[in-house]
């Protein structure tokens, strides 16, 4: 996707994914969760989505010996259906191979089709439920798995 960039997440860049986050979310995580969880780059990784220099997304990953996780991704509203996340994912799944991680998980509301539909079209597969892991509203939580 041309003018789209993505690189590790600065702190100049917390406001603007915490603005993004609130949009995105019901139960969002706080600019100083951000900023706690970058405090520990040799277990988790943040990397900001630029469009026309403009942020318009991010991805937040845990990492520790072999297995990966999706923490966190999200793309500004204005900005979806443009393949932002993908681009996203893709970054993510090559960034992880190169240290060393062979399997990723995540997990996604049961009601949000979309994501569900991306991380499938991407090789994730359902592997359990977690019951009301979510809240506002309370929802189950679908874990999904893919191997690199």
Known sequence: MDNLIIIPTEDSHLDTIAEIEANCFSAPWSRKSFADGMKNPDIQSYFTAFYNNKIVGYICLFHIFEDGELLNIAVSP???????AQSLIDYMVEYLKQKGINRITLEVRKS?????????????????????????????????EKTL
């Open 78 to 84: 204005s900005y979806r259906k443009m393949g932002i």
């Open 112 to 144: 949000n089709i979309a994501a569900r539909s991306l991380y499938e079209k991407n090789g994730f597969r359902q592997f359990a439920v977690r019951k009301n892991y979510y809240s506002e509203p309370f929802e189950d939580g679908i874990i999904m």
